[in-house]
C-alpha cells in the first residue's frame, strides 16, 4: 500500500456540517414564530434534507420532527434541543447500515 503525497494545496479544509449546526442557520433565516406547531416549521424551512453525518446521509426536517413525538416548539433553543437527539439517533442507525460503511469507505 502506498499513501497519497501531501497536496499542494495550503487552504484550509473545508468543514462539513451536520444535524444541528447544519439546521440551526435555516431556522434562524426562516421566517418562523414561535410557539410554532411541526407543521409550520417544515413548511417555513422548506420541507429541507438535514445532513445527519460526513458521508452524505440525510433526513429531511418532516420526518425528524414526527421522531420528536412533538406537534409544538416554544422557542427556536427548545426546537434544537429536542431534534438534537433524533439526529443523534439518525446518525447512528445510518452508520450502522451497509449503505453507511460503504459510503464512509468511498472518498468525496
Not at 1 to 8: I, K, L, S, V
Not at 49 to 61: K, R
Amino acid at each position: 500500500m502506498a499513501a497519497r503525497p501531501p497536496q499542494d494545496n495550503t487552504s484550509e479544509p473545508d468543514t462539513i456540517e451536520f444535524g444541528i449546526a447544519a439546521l440551526a442557520d435555516d431556522v434562524d433565516e426562516a421566517d418562523i414564530d414561535f410557539p410554532a406547531d411541526a407543521k409550520t416549521i417544515a413548511r417555513a424551512l422548506g420541507h429541507v434534507d438535514v445532513p445527519i453525518d460526513a458521508a452524505g446521509n440525510t433526513v429531511s426536517i418532516d420526518e425528524a420532527l414526527e421522531a420528536t413525538g412533538r406537534t409544538t416548539f416554544e422557542s427556536r433553543r427548545e426546537l434544537l434541543d429536542v431534534l438534537h437527539p433524533v439526529f443523534e439517533e439518525f446518525r447512528a442507525k445510518a452508520s450502522t447500515s451497509l449503505l453507511g460503511r460503504l459510503r464512509a469507505l468511498v472518498p468525496f
